[in-house]
């Protein structure tokens, strides 16, 4: 099955400065790769996605790249604020329908004022 | 977006009773819904696929017969832990397929187990 690995499982940095957080899978028959934040006692919540079709997506200060070869993505945050402080999860899927995601580990980001 | 609900948020029982969790998704239907359990500082672990109509799909290592899963209608799927014990307390979250692999994930619920 599908195994994936997410570094580093805690991250802090200075407001304002970038996080990158790593993920690399297993198996090349996934295609669809989410990050999800989750706060403190809530639920996780998808801040962005990435499909294997494509290799890079922005949103705001928020970037996604994709590997497909290296079979690893990536997650970057520029101009962290605190209430970026949170635990972030990868996950991996084939998503052409219902199917199940497997997530990373789980990385702490702390963001210092 | 989509939203999936979960109730109770929090249960208190004591050791061999059994507690039911809900999770229902408000404004779509799903066919699929997982479930999951999550300790604390650690990432989610997926106990088991909910199929509606047709029986769950355990992931290897969870006890079918004590993490009992029915999803009678495309709106609600639930759990239901039996004879619970301590080492069952953790916090549940079920989650809805809306299509093409983003999953909406419901608050989760805190089961303690005296």
């Known amino acids: 099955g599908e195994n994936v690995e997410q570094h580093p499982s805690t991250l802090s940095v200075q407001e304002g400065d970038s996080a990158v957080i790593k993920c690399t899978y297993s198996?090349?028959?996934?295609?669809?790769f989410p990050w999800y934040k989750q706060e403190l006692g809530k639920r996780p919540q998808l801040i962005i996605d990435i499909r294997s079709n494509v290799g890079e997506k922005k949103d705001q200060r928020i970037a996604v790249t994709l590997n497909k070869t290296a079979k690893h993505f990536s997650l970057h945050i520029t101009e962290t604020q605190p209430e970026d402080s949170a635990v972030y999860f990868c996950?991996?899927?084939?998503?052409?329908?219902?199917?199940?995601?497997?997530f990373g580990d789980g990385t702490t980001l702390t963001v210092k004022p | 977006g989509a939203v999936v609900s979960q109730h109770p948020s929090r249960v208190i029982c004591k050791s061999g009773t059994s507690v039911k969790i809900e999770c229902r998704s408000l404004d779509f239907q799903a066919t699929t819904m997982f479930w999951y359990r999550q300790f604390p500082k650690q990432s989610l672990m997926l106990m088991a696929t909910?199929?509606?109509?047709?029986?769950?799909?355990?992931e290897q290592g969870v006890e079918k017969d004590k993490f009992l899963i029915n999803h009678a209608s495309l709106t609600l799927s639930t759990l239901t832990v039996t004879s619970a014990h301590p080492e069952d307390s953790s916090f549940y979250i079920c989650s809805a397929d809306l299509a093409g692999g983003t999953q909406y994930f419901g608050p989760g619920t805190r089961l303690t187990v005296l």
């Open positions: 198996d090349s028959a996934s295609n669809y």
């Open positions: 996950a991996a899927s084939i998503g052409t329908g219902a199917g199940k995601s497997t």
């Open positions: 909910s199929n509606e109509g047709s029986k769950a799909t355990y």
